[in-house]
């Protein structure tokens, strides 16, 4: 049980393309969704927590106009990259929870190259 | 603002000996503590949680601790098998409570048989 799947799995896309990428659970009801932003050898960074029909909330220095969340039902949060450019490129993980001090439930990321 | 310190970067053991890995954080003592499993190119997967109030638990071969007096928490693998090498991560809430997690930086476990 607790499956999240995310889409898609890698992008190519040129400097200035708006990317939109899909966290789905499964087989439960996300009362939270998460995205992290993750660099080589280095350790998810923590970009916005997502709320089933409320604004997300966004971490320090994370440009909310950049990434846009947004959380349509309690099992679809959609993140897109709006004006992408190559310092965006990076791995992008999404995630669901069921509640407080609950296990998070990962998808298996995206991973976006920007040219 | 709170830190989470996996200081161990990479640990190599040999099949069947007993990994211990070490999460260290300043600061506040958490409400809990996770432990999640990535493999390369693939998303965390959870693997164990324990709550300030919890000294040890256990789940078959893995077992974590959890000293707020030390401010840390340590992992264990035992019997370690080649299929047990992966990145090993801790996280807790960033304000003490809540659902979000911050993450230490991992510790990448290599199992040679």
């Known amino acids: 049980g607790a499956v999240v799947s995310q889409h898609p799995s890698r992008v190519i896309c040129k400097s200035g393309t708006s990317v939109k990428i899909e966290c789905r659970s499964l087989d439960f009801q996300a009362t939270t969704m998460f995205w992290y932003r993750q660099f080589p050898k280095k350790s998810l960074m923590l970009m916005a927590t997502s709320n089933e029909g409320s604004k997300a909330t966004y971490e320090q220095g994370v440009e909310k106009d950049k990434f846009l969340i947004n959380h349509a039902s309690l099992t679809l949060s959609t993140l897109t990259v709006t004006s992408a450019h190559p310092e965006d490129s990076s791995f992008y993980i999404c995630?669901?929870?069921?509640?407080?001090?609950?296990?998070?439930?990962f998808g298996d990321g995206t991973r976006l190259s920007i040219l | 603002s709170q830190k989470i310190e996996q200081n161990s970067e990479a640990l190599n053991i040999q099949e069947g000996k007993t990994a211990t890995l070490t999460c260290n954080y300043t600061?506040?003592?958490?409400?809990?503590l996770q432990w999640y499993r990535q493999d390369p190119g693939r998303g965390p997967v959870f693997l164990l949680l324990i709550r300030e109030n919890e000294k040890e638990k256990r789940k078959e071969r893995l077992k974590v601790t959890f000293d707020t007096t030390l401010k840390q928490s340590l992992f264990h693998i035992t019997a370690s098998q080649p299929a047990d090498s992966a990145t090993y991560l801790c996280a807790q809430p960033p304000n003490q409570a809540g659902t979000a997690l911050i993450f230490g930086k991992g510790t990448t476990l290599s199992v040679s048989s």
């Open positions: 600061n506040y003592s958490p409400a809990y």
């Open positions: 995630s669901a929870s069921q509640g407080t001090s609950q296990p998070q439930h």
